[in-house]
């Protein structure tokens, strides 16, 4: 079963502008994980933020934990046409939950 | 350095027929997962290795499907009998200790079942 799970399900915007996903879990955790996939290609890890952190950005990306009301976000700024892919949250505790996903579509 | 490597790509079987899967993990990684991801979902552990021994396996149909990781290298993962219901891309990941470390996936195997 799924632990975590993503809002919105599939986001579509313009080049240029932020896309912002969520992120909501259920049980207690050691760390959450935002992986991204491109059509056809495994995930590949973006970022990772433990559970005593609040904030934690790399380049145009920022993720915020939550903890007591369990959720986590990604913020991309400046968005790029190449960002168009799935993101997915995954939750490290006993063991690694992933996500459904957020389809991100950035228009040109 | 190199990326985990998953072969084959694309796997046509029919049910009831077994197949195979390889997977060769980033060099120096101790450990190993198999995920199993169905069209429109996120991927779902099957199974993880630490070295040659298995860490998790409570999500493995254990009546159907097998992993092993023989000398704590590369890893197979095998179906026998399959089922439609196995039509998936199953991915293969590794990372450096399990826990508190970024994993790093292949490009995964697409098996589609007739």
């Known amino acids: 079963s799924q632990q975590g799970e993503e809002d919105p399900q599939a986001l579509s915007i313009q080049e240029g502008e932020n896309a912002t996903m969520n992120c909501s879990y259920k049980t207690s955790i050691n760390n959450l994980q935002w992986y991204r996939q491109n059509s056809g290609r495994g995930l590949v890890h973006l970022i990772l933020?433990?559970?005593?952190?609040r904030e934690k950005h790399s380049g145009r990306l920022r993720v915020t934990l939550d903890t007591s009301k369990k959720s986590s976000s990604l913020l991309i700024t400046a968005s790029r046409a190449a960002d168009t892919a799935s993101y997915f949250c995954a939750t490290q505790g006993n063991d690694m939950r992933f996500g459904a996903g957020t389809r991100l579509t950035v228009k040109p | 350095e190199a990326g985990v490597a998953q072969s084959p790509r694309y796997k046509i079987i029919e049910k009831r027929q077994s197949v195979a899967f390889w997977c060769n993990p980033i060099?120096?990684?101790?450990?190993l997962y198999w995920y199993q991801q169905i069209l429109g979902q996120g991927p779902k552990l099957l199974i993880q290795f630490q070295n040659n021994g298995v860490v998790d396996d409570s999500q493995l149909p254990k009546d159907r499907f097998s992993a092993e990781r023989l000398k704590g290298v590369d890893s197979t993962l095998k179906i026998q009998p399959a089922k439609l219901e196995d039509s998936a891309v199953y991915l293969c990941a590794s990372s450096f200790s399990p826990g508190d470390q970024p994993q790093h996936f292949g490009d995964g195997t697409r098996l589609s079942i007739l």
């Open positions: 933020i433990r559970s005593n952190e």
């Open positions: 060099s120096g990684h101790a450990t």
